[in-house]
């Protein structure tokens, strides 16, 4: 938790510091998503199961979903926003 409290300052940091510069500086901060990784942790869908009822999604993320996220803050959609930390969790951040 520690180094993702470094990141997410380092972000708001270095957006106010590039903001008058032109330059977006957010961090997208991903849940659980289905990867290879995940799939080590959560082996079965036994343990799927017991790790995603504490999302207030209730699943995985797709890594697509993930990527989404990346492509809008990346957009002329996004263009006043900056020094951001995107939660893309299913709502974890949210409990």
Do not use: H
């Amino acid at each position: 938790m520690t180094a993702k409290t470094g990141v997410i300052a380092l972000t708001r940091n270095a957006a106010l510091e590039y903001a008058g510069s032109g330059i977006r500086i957010n961090a997208v901060c991903p849940g659980a998503t289905r990867t290879p990784m995940m799939a080590l942790c959560a082996p079965n869908a036994e343990v799927e199961a017991q790790v995603c009822a504490g999302i207030p999604a209730g699943r995985f993320g797709e890594p697509e979903e993930v990527a989404e996220a990346v492509v809008w803050l990346c957009s002329a959609a996004a263009s006043y926003i900056t020094g951001v930390a995107l939660p893309v969790d299913g709502g974890l951040a949210s409990k």
